[in-house]
């Protein structure tokens, strides 16, 4: 498999790590004999980054991670969870609870160090005390050796590049979503800016959330409109009936043929999932194929959110590029 080094960290990624929001029940039901095996299978195949936070699940998916890796050497696989976000609108960035965040995290997890912590959701919180409070909290925890690489988690591409910009400290890496899609690519204006920052950059949320496959229905928080829903399945019917693939193998393979997204976070709910990820890598769509999906899927007006327009935390966008208020 081939691996990707994670900006300028001594990580190596292949195309897919694994989400582990699941675990927490987020998307239905997971029982932990399922995860447990999910898990194990995972690591005999190879090094994968397992990625959690306290907020998936409320503490569950931390939880049921820590007991799946209970007896796994520590160097079998990589470990990323969260700080600063703890409920749906619970948030707390302060230095303090930052701390006592990250070891009840190692002690859930039954780890002495984390390789990324990541600052989660900073667009919903204030960006004076996400750079002058919270960054430099997340510096403090790395020089203190219970993490290894330090970052944010972000979703609008303004508040993304602001904090990278801004950012009082040196960021290793970062994670966005859902903006390296078969719906949207608008990602792709940043990698100059991570290449240059030396910032390591995961994407994550390939079927954005749950809207393209058909497995299964969005969940009932999704931010699309009814109107908009319908019209994207319309689209994905046309797409799977002209080109005889399903829309999950074209949104999880689209990620993995860009050099500059060194790997791409996938919930998993059970084995048979990693299996398909596997099947991807061995047998992807063929590139002429591949070429006219992506086409059809990316070339529409199907917006997973209004990009003009963002009143999250203490930021406000106008459009996609010009900042209203800067901190």
């Known amino acids: 498999?081939?691996?990707?080094?994670?900006?300028?960290?001594?990580?190596?990624?292949?195309?897919?790590?694994?989400?582990?929001?699941?675990?927490?029940?987020?998307?239905?039901?997971?029982?932990?004999?399922?995860?447990?095996?999910?898990?194990?299978?995972?690591?005999?195949?190879?090094?994968?980054?397992?990625?959690?936070?306290?907020?998936?699940?409320?503490?569950?998916?931390?939880?049921?991670?820590?007991?799946?890796?209970?007896?796994?050497?520590?160097?079998?696989?990589?470990?990323?969870?969260?700080?600063?976000?703890?409920?749906?609108?619970?948030?707390?960035?302060?230095?303090?609870?930052?701390?006592?965040?990250?070891?009840?995290?190692?002690?859930?997890?039954?780890?002495d160090y984390l390789d990324i912590l990541i600052l989660h959701d900073v667009e919903y919180v204030d960006p004076d005390i996400v750079l002058q409070e919270a960054l430099p909290a997340l510096q403090q925890v790395k020089e203190s050796g219970k993490a290894r690489y330090i970052g944010f988690s972000c979703e609008p591409l303004q508040v993304l590049k602001l904090i990278i910009e801004k950012s009082p400290i040196q960021l290793d890496v970062v994670i966005s979503y859902p903006h390296y899609t078969l719906l949207d690519d608008s990602l792709s204006k940043l990698f100059p800016l991570l290449k240059e920052k030396g910032i390591g950059m995961i994407n994550a949320s390939p079927l954005v959330l749950g809207l393209l496959t058909t497995k299964s229905s969005p969940p009932s928080w999704h931010y699309m409109t009814k109107e908009k829903l319908f019209e994207l399945k319309q689209l994905i019917s046309t797409v799977e009936a002209e080109y005889k693939y399903p829309i999950e193998k074209a949104a999880l393979q689209f990620p993995t043929e860009e050099p500059c997204v060194p790997t791409t976070l996938v919930g998993l709910k059970g084995l048979e999932e990693f299996e398909f990820l596997e099947q991807i890598l061995k047998d992807p769509i063929p590139p002429h194929i591949f070429s006219s999906i992506k086409g059809k899927m990316l070339n529409n007006n199907i917006t997973f959110r209004d990009p003009h327009y963002y009143e999250l935390g203490n930021y406000s966008f106008v459009d996609e590029d010009t900042p209203k208020s800067l901190p």
């Not at 029940?25 to 932990?32: P, Q």
């Not at 890796?69 to 619970?90: A, H, N, P, T, W």
Request: with cysteine; proline share 2%; aromatic share 12%.
């Open 1 to 111: 498999m081939e691996k990707r080094q994670l900006g300028r960290t001594d990580i190596f990624l292949g195309p897919f790590s694994i989400g582990t929001s699941t675990l927490g029940n987020v998307y239905g039901e997971v029982k932990f004999e399922t995860a447990q095996k999910l898990c194990h299978e995972i690591i005999k195949k190879d090094k994968y980054l397992f990625d959690t936070s306290p907020f998936y699940g409320i503490l569950k998916s931390e939880t049921v991670l820590g007991k799946c890796l209970q007896g796994i050497d520590r160097d079998k696989y990589y470990l990323s969870s969260k700080v600063g976000r703890y409920g749906l609108k619970e948030f707390d960035y302060s230095a303090k609870r930052i701390k006592e965040s990250v070891n009840e995290s190692l002690a859930r997890l039954g780890v």
